[in-house]
T-cell receptor, first 119, second 114 residues
Framework: AQKVTQAQTEISVVEKEDVTLDCVYE???????LFWYKQPPSGELVFLIR??????QNEISGRYSWNFQKSTSSFNFTITASQVVDSAVYFC????????????????FGQGTILTVHP | DTEVTQTPKHLVMGMTNKKSLKCEQH?????MYWYKQKAKKPPELMFV???????INESVPSRFSPECPNSSLLNLHLHALQPEDSALYLC?????????????FGDGTRLSIL
């Protein structure tokens, strides 16, 4: 069975601080995908990044960076120089290629981390 | 702006009412999803449509009835709902239903059952 754990329920920082959101996953599959989504108060889940299990290269996109470590089953997300607009709930999610003999790979979400950035 | 549009944004209904939620996407995606999200919880998958056919039903009560009239539209018909059905209902789409395809979500419909 798949599982995603986001141990940090809530994080509060002051603007311009760096913040790291932790994500640890469990899966028996050798091929899988990891995602991060952002959910601002408006409700929409915004897709941030996808990483497949064969690509352990870290990625940077502006103030966002992701650290994928297969050895520790972690896919952590860092926001550098946080801004008030970064305040949201962040979900880490896991998907395999196949589930139950179908081609559908269900998204398994973590419980989410509420990030509040204060001015 | 989101590329998945959901209407209405808010809906209040009584337990005997019949209403429908609508979702539309014009990205050419062939998989569409309905999720239910309670406050401070992750989204829970309800239904998956693949190429306009129901592919997955996550044991959702029959008072929720999905419909996919065409590849761009997804409806969720509601009837005789219970107060515990109050939640944010999210629609999503992806290129197809294969695992690993990023899902793109709408803003959701906030549903309140009186």
């Amino acid at each position: 069975a798949q599982k995603v754990t986001q141990a940090q329920t809530e994080i509060s920082v002051v603007e311009k601080e760096d913040v790291t959101l932790d994500c640890v996953y469990e899966t028996r599959d050798t091929t899988y995908y990891l995602f991060w989504y952002k959910q601002p108060p408006s409700g929409e889940l915004v897709f941030l990044i996808r990483r497949n299990s064969f690509d352990e290269q870290n990625e940077i996109s502006g103030r966002y960076s992701w650290n994928f470590q297969k050895s520790t089953s972690s896919f952590n997300f860092t926001i550098t120089a946080s801004q008030v607009v970064d305040s949201a709930v962040y979900f880490c999610a896991l998907s395999d290629l196949y589930a139950g003999g179908t081609s559908y790979g269900k998204l398994t979400f973590g419980q989410g981390t509420i990030l509040t950035v204060h001015p | 702006d989101t590329e998945v549009t959901q209407t209405p944004k808010h809906l209040v209904m009584g337990m005997t009412n019949k209403k429908s939620l609508k979702c539309e996407q014009h990205m050419g995606h062939r998989a569409m999803y309905w999720y239910k999200q309670k406050a401070k919880k992750p989204p829970e998958l309800m239904f998956v449509y693949s190429y306009e056919k129901l592919s997955i039903n996550e044991s959702v009560p029959s008072r929720f009835s999905p419909e996919c009239p065409n590849s761009s539209l997804l409806n969720l018909h509601l009837h005789a709902l219970q107060p515990e059905d109050s939640a944010l209902y999210l629609c999503a789409s992806s290129q197809d239903e294969r695992g690993g395809q990023p899902q793109h979500f709408g803003d959701g419909t906030r549903l309140s059952i009186l």
